[in-house]
């Protein structure tokens, strides 16, 4: 009986958790709408990837706001409609320290309260373009590059994941993804998944993924075996 009773608070404590770091995560384009879901009793934590909200407006009757001072805390966004209007539809505008302008259309469930994480997919065009105007042409790719194998990004620049891309053949058996963007000012990063898909190895050379408008390529893997995966990585020219 005691095993059982334990079995049951180890099976309630997963669903707790999985619950309490429940995640809605979207990418947003500037100036678009986006749906959510919120909680009907519980603030919901709203946040823009890599930025920090400073501004709220909306109709002030139908939500509360738990502690929000804009520039002066993390920019993190809580709330909750009101108990007069627990489940009506609402909308708010959010504008960033980064400039993204987002509209959220709010739909209140009776569900435990999530985080909700916005992923601007628009560069902020000044400040890729300060950093990119600030060092020669080459060292712009060399460091895009670094920043791409590092998982992180310049100032500015909005890294879009992909998702479940369709891969396409290139030939020879060799298959690409495109996995991430990183979209800048006049330069766009670029990561893709390449699998060998032949019954044999293949070797790459990075000269073999270079276009009109590609900057610079790299591969992680020159050699790759039968079924295996590597990760390219390419800087190309855009806007």
Not at 50 to 65: A, H, Q, T, W
Not at 127 to 146: C, F, H, V
Request: proline share 4%; net charge positive.
């Amino acid at each position: 009986m005691r095993k059982h009773i334990l079995f049951l608070i180890s099976i309630f404590s997963i669903f707790y958790l999985s619950s309490a770091n429940a995640l809605q995560v979207k990418a947003v384009k500037d100036n678009t709408t986006v749906s959510f879901k919120i909680s009907t009793k519980d603030y919901s934590r709203i946040f823009v990837a890599g930025d920090r909200i400073l501004s709220v407006k909306g109709r002030n009757n139908l939500y509360e706001i738990k502690e929000f001072k804009g520039k002066f805390d993390e920019g993190v966004l809580y709330i909750r409609p009101t108990a007069m209007y627990p489940k009506k539809l609402f909308s708010i505008f959010l504008t960033t320290e980064q400039g993204h302008h987002f509209t959220l259309l709010l739909g209140p469930m009776n569900v435990p309260a999530e985080n909700i994480e916005i992923q601007p997919i628009t560069a902020t065009k000044s400040m890729a373009s300060q950093w990119e105007q600030n060092l020669p042409y080459s060292q712009n790719i060399i460091d895009l590059m670094r920043y791409m194998r590092n998982a992180t990004h310049p100032e500015g620049y909005a890294v879009i994941n992909l998702g479940k891309v369709k891969p396409k053949q290139i030939g020879g058996g060799l298959s690409m993804q495109l996995l991430t963007l990183y979209r800048g000012g006049f330069l766009q990063g670029e990561i893709w998944k390449l699998k060998n898909e032949s019954g044999h190895t293949l070797c790459l050379h990075p000269r073999e993924f270079f276009q009109d408008n590609v900057r610079a390529s790299s591969v992680i893997d020159e050699t790759l075996e039968k079924g295996n995966e590597t990760i390219l990585y390419r800087v190309v020219s855009h806007g």
